[in-house]
């Protein structure tokens, strides 16, 4: 019997493949995540590590685990909390949970689309605050999404999702990407790939969809918000990081942006004072693949992963080069 640690809470139905196989499970039943140290304390001993993406698995955890360690699943599409190096070289193997997420990801991108471009996080707001409003012609006007082009940084699960839903609501497609998005998708969407600083110059609506990487972190720049059409809007689902916080609230305060949707933070759940002042700007906290049936999925998955490794098999869902 090998002894499981998660975490974190998680949706106990993504167990079931757990308890099957007769695995000691270690659980965090705290009101609040674990603290750092709690952490340490609690993955000591473990063969299998289910964590959560504010999980930083390095050096120091992977020593607190101690040798016996064989894998660490990530219940998450991204892996930027992880030091793969480290996990490569102790030969543990490491697994995320894509190929479940993408479309309640998707809608919360949509979404963010949607409220930011139609005001309807402001409009809610000034509704329960009590202000007076009556219709008017003129009242609280946002802008058409369907004269716009959307703009996908990053075209992989969550950007051809997000796409789908766009083209939907009759906007134009274009990404750029890594790697270009898969042929039939793009044909389907009649999606355009361009190199990033035109698609920066030529999108209505910029829409991130990278993993964080030491090339994407300040993709966005304060120099391309500055290139960005006059007016444009910023949707962020990926990683805060892939943002220059500071650069995307100086855009919005000048004007130059009209305005944000963000569900995720450089420095969570730490968020510009700037921005929690601005009504053009949306802040979800980071709910992105935050639904009952999605979240089970995950934690399912990693489960399948952990079982898998810990039965000597190949993982179902490794992280590339695992
Ligand atoms: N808000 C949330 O709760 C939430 C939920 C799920 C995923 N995410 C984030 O979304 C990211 C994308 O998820 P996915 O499942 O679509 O991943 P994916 O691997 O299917 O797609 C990633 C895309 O990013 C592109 N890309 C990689 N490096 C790039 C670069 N330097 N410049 C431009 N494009 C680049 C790839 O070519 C690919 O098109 C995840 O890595 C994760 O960080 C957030």
Redesign the pocket.
């Known amino acids: 019997m090998a002894k499981v640690c998660i975490t974190d809470a998680v949706p106990e139905a993504g167990l079931d493949g757990l308890r099957a196989a007769g695995h000691e499970i270690v659980s965090w039943a705290g009101e609040q995540p674990p603290t750092r140290a709690e952490l340490l304390n609690q993955v000591r001993g473990a063969d299998a590590v289910l964590s959560v993406l504010t999980d930083g698995v390095d050096d120091e955890l992977l020593d607190a685990a101690g040798r016996q360690l064989k894998v660490v699943a990530n219940i998450?599409?991204?892996f930027?909390n992880i030091d793969l190096e480290t996990c490569k070289r102790r030969g543990i193997v490491v697994t995320a949970t894509?190929g479940v997420?993408?479309e309640s990801?998707a809608d919360?991108a949509f979404g963010l689309l949607l409220m930011t471009t139609r005001r309807f996080g402001q409009a809610e707001r000034l509704v329960r605050a009590g202000t007076p409003w009556r219709y008017r012609t003129t009242f609280m006007l946002g802008r058409a999404i369907q004269s716009m082009t959307i703009g996908l940084?990053?075209?992989?699960?969550?950007?051809t999702a997000m796409a789908r839903r766009c083209k939907a609501f009759g906007m134009q497609i274009a990404y750029?990407?890594?790697?270009p998005?898969k042929s039939a998708a793009r044909d389907e969407l009649a999606a355009v790939g361009l190199p990033?600083d035109e698609l920066i110059a030529t999108s209505d609506v910029i829409s991130l969809?990278?993993?964080?990487?030491p090339?994407?972190r300040h993709?966005l720049n304060a120099e391309r918000l500055a290139a960005m059409k006059q007016g444009a809007y910023v949707i962020n689902?990926?990683?805060g990081a892939c943002i220059d916080e500071k650069a995307l609230a100086e855009a919005l305060k000048s004007g130059h942006l009209a305005g944000a949707g963000l569900?995720?933070y450089e420095h969570e759940p730490e968020i510009d004072a700037d921005l929690l002042e601005m009504e053009n700007v949306v802040l979800l906290p980071?709910?992105?693949?935050?639904t009952a049936e999605t979240r089970t999925k995950m934690t399912g998955l990693a489960v399948a992963n952990v079982v898998a490794v810990l039965e000597g098999k190949p993982a179902v869902t490794p992280v590339p080069g695992f």
Do not use: K, W, Y
């Open positions: 998450a599409a991204g930027n894509p997420l993408f990801t919360t940084i990053g075209a992989g699960q969550i950007g750029a990407a890594e790697h998005m990033l969809h990278c993993p964080l990487t090339e994407t993709i689902t990926a990683r569900d995720v980071h709910l992105g693949s935050a």
